[in-house]
């Protein structure tokens, strides 16, 4: 089992900064990873991190812009979003799974309860 709970959601301008935390308890996932969904769209997926830390992989659309990352002692994934557009306005979700690099939302078996990024143009 695998609980989740995001962090550093909130307001910011266009072309700002956000750093999202994630706090892992409970076994380690081989994969953790970020999806967003933006009212009236689907889940997408943002950024997948392996539970040793060592493999990333991001969805073109925030290649460049957003970093994933996690400190493996205190159990704690990131997302550092930078260069932030209105587009970017949604709720944001930490999940993991066992599943190694999916981008695939059925892939992830456990999920935070979310956090809302909201960017203002």
């Known amino acids: 089992q695998v609980a989740l709970v995001e962090s550093g959601g909130g307001l910011v301008q266009a072309g700002g900064s956000l750093r999202l935390s994630c706090a892992a308890s409970?076994?380690?996932?081989?994969?953790y990873g970020w999806f967003r969904q933006a009212p009236g769209k689907e889940r997408e997926f943002l950024a997948s991190?392996?539970?040793?830390?060592?493999?990333?992989n991001y969805a073109d659309s925030v290649k460049g812009r957003f970093a994933i990352d996690r400190d493996n002692p205190s159990n704690t994934v990131f997302l550092q979003m930078n260069s932030l557009k209105p587009e970017d306005t949604a709720v944001y979700y930490c999940?993991?799974?066992?599943?190694?690099?999916?981008?695939?939302?059925?892939?992830?078996?456990?999920w935070g309860q979310g956090t809302q990024v909201t960017v203002s143009s």
């Open positions: 991190i392996s539970g040793s830390g060592d493999i990333r």
């Open positions: 999940v993991a799974g066992q599943v190694r690099g999916s981008s695939q939302p059925k892939h992830y078996d456990y």
């Open positions: 409970g076994r380690t996932a081989s994969t």
